[in-house]
């Protein structure tokens, strides 16, 4: 059974740099794209950033890009999303998901991440300013 740890939250001043991590188990990473998400309070939640399967192309929504950078170990099962210029905006929950790729899973993680059936906990990331 597929199951996705996420871990790097915490406590960040405004401008520092974070690195998430998710680390996934009971699939071959490299079947699947991942996807990072975050939801604030009040808010509903967002795509942050995709990685595809094998090319390794990517997507960030317009806040981050420039910023964050999704990337992946597929030898260690694990999908990095590193944080940087952080600000108080970026304040959030943030969740990783996989999705097949057979079912067009770029395009859902980025269009319709709800489609997915794996997620993680979520890791608390704070920016104060």
């Known amino acids: 059974q597929e199951h996705l740890v996420e871990s790097g939250g915490g406590l960040a001043q405004s401008g520092e740099s974070r690195r998430l991590s998710c680390a996934v188990s009971g699939l071959q990473l490299e079947n699947v794209v991942v996807g990072w998400f975050r939801q604030a309070p009040g808010k509903e939640r967002e795509t942050v950033a995709c990685i595809g399967d094998t090319d390794h192309t990517t997507y960030y929504t317009n806040s981050v890009r420039g910023r964050f950078t999704i990337s992946r170990d597929n030898a260690k099962n694990t999908v990095y999303l590193n944080m940087t210029s952080l600000e108080a905006e970026d304040t959030a929950v943030y969740f990783c998901?996989?999705?097949?790729?057979?079912?067009?899973?770029?395009?859902?993680?980025?269009?319709?991440?709800?489609?997915?059936?794996?997620w993680g906990q979520g890791t608390q990331v704070t920016v104060s300013s």
């Open positions: 998901a996989t999705f097949p790729v057979i079912s067009g899973g770029f395009r859902l993680c980025i269009l319709n991440p709800s489609a997915s059936n794996s």
